[in-house]
């Protein structure tokens, strides 16, 4: 098994770095280079790879997980 890190950065995207697999549902999405930068506020118009727009829309991560939170 290779090694791969997966960073969140601070209110901006998750960077992967390694060989991955990465797969929209059963269809596999290419991927290139060292890492790549996976969306996670929700609003990139390429996802599942971050475009950027998190700091248009105000993204604000988390800190921490919360335990008691429902979602």
Request: hydrophobic share 40%; with cysteine; aromatic share 6%.
């Given at each position: 098994?290779?090694?791969?890190?997966?960073?969140?950065?601070?209110n901006?995207?998750?960077?992967?770095?390694?060989?991955?697999?990465?797969?929209n549902a059963?269809?596999p999405?290419?991927?290139?280079?060292a890492?790549v930068?996976l969306?996670?506020?929700?609003?990139?118009s390429?996802?599942?790879?971050?475009?950027?727009t998190?700091?248009?829309v105000?993204f604000?991560?988390?800190a921490?997980?919360?335990?008691e939170?429902?979602?």
């Amino acid at each position: 098994m290779s090694n791969v890190k997966i960073t969140a950065l601070k209110n901006g995207p998750l960077k992967v770095e390694g060989v991955i697999e990465l797969f929209n549902a059963d269809v596999p999405v290419p991927t290139s280079g060292a890492a790549v930068f996976l969306c996670r506020c929700g609003a990139s118009s390429k996802k599942p790879f971050c475009d950027g727009t998190h700091s248009k829309v105000g993204f604000q991560a988390a800190a921490a997980a919360v335990p008691e939170s429902k979602e």
